[in-house]
């Protein structure tokens, strides 16, 4: 059966799928053609559900990623350098943000230990991250101390004796003259 064509411009030939455009002398496949844009809105739409799955699953962005470890008990093995008597640092991850100064304001997400591995609090269970002026009191003092030594997108544990920590606890309700560790991400 031969081709029909109507008005003038599209026939369709019923021995195969494909659908051809006559523009003028010019022969055009429209069905490569839709192969192809349906092909790139397709590689498009994944990238962009790609991108929304680390923005909107992840709830954060590409730097601003949780470090998994950071926020487990610290492993035996880790490499500890002393900040002053009773209070150490050990670098996981140092960021390749701005250096921290006394006074900015920061963001970071945290999880503190007592030295046994029991669990004392966490910006993680939370949901927040927690956000304060450095420097000024307004945390304990192995944070105001440690925080000075890194820069933003910096992942390290913390170990520190209750002199730079939570002393006698009372305040913080937490148990008194104990070491505790904390795995802490400065945000950018």
């Given at each position: 059966m031969p081709a029909k064509t109507i008005s003038g411009e599209f026939f369709f030939p019923q021995t195969c799928v494909e659908i051809y455009f006559v523009l003028g002398r010019e022969t055009f496949n429209c069905l490569n053609y839709f192969k192809s844009v349906v092909f790139m809105w397709a590689i498009k739409r994944f990238v962009f559900g790609f991108l929304i799955f680390g923005w909107v699953i992840l709830g954060c962005?590409?730097?601003q990623k949780l470090g998994?470890?950071?926020h487990q008990?610290?492993?035996s093995e880790i490499a500890w350098q002393e900040l002053q008597p009773g209070l150490e640092i050990a670098i996981v991850h140092q960021g390749i943000g701005v250096k921290v100064k006394k006074s900015d304001k920061v963001?970071?997400?945290y999880t503190a230990w007592y030295e046994d591995?029991?669990?004392i609090d966490s910006s993680i269970k939370k949901g927040r991250a927690y956000r304060f002026k450095v420097g000024v009191g307004r945390v304990i003092k192995a944070w105001d101390l440690s925080l000075v030594e890194v820069t933003k997108g910096s992942e390290?544990?913390?170990r520190s004796n209750s002199d730079f920590a939570f002393?006698?606890?009372k305040e913080d309700n937490v148990r008194g003259f104990v070491t505790v560790i904390f795995?802490?991400?400065l945000m950018n």
């Open positions: 962005e590409p730097e998994v470890g950071i008990f610290p492993p963001q970071v997400h591995g029991h669990m390290y544990y913390l002393g006698d606890g795995g802490i991400k």
